[in-house]
């Protein structure tokens, strides 16, 4: 089918910028995270929580990813750190091409860190790698325990699940043991954090799954 | 950029079979809605709450679109009605082309209505037409009131927006009467229903809807 075969093409020269975009960021000392969700799982929010924790022993840069708006970029800018907006102008998902072109406009000698956070789409994300040092996805509690199985390549592609908004567990019909059980049947390697923006909770234990990363990946 | 002429050329020939898929469905008699939202905004749980309050007047069909899984299509089969299940294998959203052959294996002469449930996405579904009479829209309030701007066009081709999971209004940040504004600053035509597929309430609004839709359609 013609549509396939254009994906796969698009995909082999995504990886291949990939490739150039991790090899650029090791270059230059920078440990990166690519962090992905549906829409409205909580991306946003998470950074807004958690960069503060992060910023006085870390240099942080965020890249913002979204079809339209700057809100995002203006939420986390507010923090004080280095923002970059990428809107893609529609298209679903960031690719490397788009992630390179930014890295070229931030200055990644001034950078520990880099975060970006993805457009919010549950599937075409995990598609593009960017050439980051670990994928993360978020799933919001409300969305449902059988995402795993129904979307499982963001699953397979991430090395750590957040699930989001656990401060709503006795508010729907949501069964973390599910959940943890079949995110792990596709990825047995996958680390889950249970973690509520509102609340609070969790965000210091993903705050500290940065710093070990940051520190084994040798990145200086 | 090559990406966007390609994206060109399929949206162009998915309107030519969108155009054939309505004209088949009208000259069967069948009017058809096609629903779509982000992951786990609730487009299954909808159908198995309203399907059972419409099905003893109307015959109704589904298809269910899935990426991989058949878990939707067995929740709602389990009502006893007619459901035709579409695995797109990856893709992340349904086109034309993929309803045009369910409904060459649906026998429409014995439906009034057939719902069509795109995969769970709130961006690429939005860019392919199917041919339904009316496109509907679900938006969890827990994915926050900031949606309409940063999804604009999902919200310009609906033409009725249903606020899902409003039981949780005092648990999230989430403003109605913003929300609503926004929305209709998008698309100042949009039709919004508020609803909770958990406490039923809202649910005959949305039968209702249907119905008035139903009878303005003259199929027969």
């Known amino acids: 089918m013609h549509q396939i075969n254009v994906g796969e093409d698009l995909r082999e020269r995504n990886r291949e910028i990939a490739a150039e975009n991790h090899e650029m960021l090791r270059r230059h000392g920078v440990f990166s995270l690519?962090?992905?969700?549906?829409?409205?799982?909580?991306?946003?929010?998470?950074?807004?929580?958690?960069?503060?924790?992060?910023?006085?022993?870390?240099?942080?840069?965020?890249?913002?990813?979204?079809?339209?708006?700057?809100?995002?970029?203006?939420?986390?800018?507010?923090?004080?750190?280095?923002?970059?907006?990428?809107?893609?102008?529609g298209v679903c998902h960031l690719d490397a091409a788009m992630v390179h072109s930014a890295l070229h406009q931030l200055d990644l000698d001034l950078l520990d860190i880099l975060l970006i956070e993805n457009v919010g789409n549950l599937v075409c994300p995990a598609e593009f790698d960017l050439g980051v040092d670990a994928r993360v996805m978020l799933l919001s509690i409300t969305e449902g325990d059988d995402k795993p199985k129904k979307y499982p390549l963001m699953f397979t592609e991430s090395r750590l699940l957040i699930l989001n908004k656990v401060d709503l567990i006795e508010m729907v019909d949501f069964d973390i043991a599910r959940a943890r059980r079949e995110a792990m049947d596709i990825n047995p390697r996958i680390e889950i954090i249970e973690l509520s923006c509102r609340s609070g909770a969790g965000i210091e234990e993903w705050t500290g799954w940065i710093e070990k990363l940051y520190s084994e990946s040798g990145v200086e």
């Open 34 to 89: 690519n962090i992905m969700s549906a829409p409205g799982a909580g991306k946003t929010s998470l950074l807004v929580k958690s960069i503060p924790l992060l910023k006085d022993k870390y240099r942080i840069g965020v890249i913002e990813g979204d079809l339209q708006t700057t809100r995002d970029a203006e939420r986390v800018g507010a923090l004080g750190i280095e923002v970059h907006q990428i809107q893609t102008g």
